[in-house]
């Protein structure tokens, strides 16, 4: 098992949300929690190429843009200020729903930013801790007590 104060969830969440891993890949070390990142064309090392199978690593594979897609409606439901909510809801409709919502946070409601980083930020965290203990590299007492010691931020903000 990891130490999981020796992993870089950030990394992990990066790997997570990437979207366009398709001529690379991020891999994890299941023995130090170091992560590397892999081309076919360079390898680990920036230079070999070398196969995936080649290797004793364990691939990051990026969740589902829904799963990121949830993170803007929950918070877009929970924003306080009702008129926010409205629109923060309605950006999210239809294609190019993660452009509408960034920037209608960065135009009309800049005092949510702060607030929709903490939440984002936070639940991409979250994930990172349930893909080490479904993938057996922490145990399930410490994704609970990481999960309790980093609770989800309150949603309360109002637009002013």
Known sequence: MLDLSRVDLEE????????????????????TGVIVFWTSDTGIDGQTPVDLDELDLIC????????????MADFADRVSDEQARRQLARAIRGEGAFRRFNNELYEQYPALLPVWTAFRDTR????????????????????TRYRAAH??????????
């Open 12 to 31: 992990i969440a990066t790997a997570l949300a990437d979207q366009t891993a398709y001529e690379y890949r991020y891999l994890i070390n299941p023995q």
């Open 124 to 143: 991409a965290r979250h994930r990172a801790v349930d893909w080490l203990q479904a993938n057996s590299l922490i145990d399930s007492d410490t994704a």
């Open 60 to 71: 990051i594979d990026p969740l589902p843009s829904y799963v990121w897609y949830q993170d």
């Open 151 to 160: 609770p989800e931020p309150e949603v309360t903000a109002t637009t002013a």
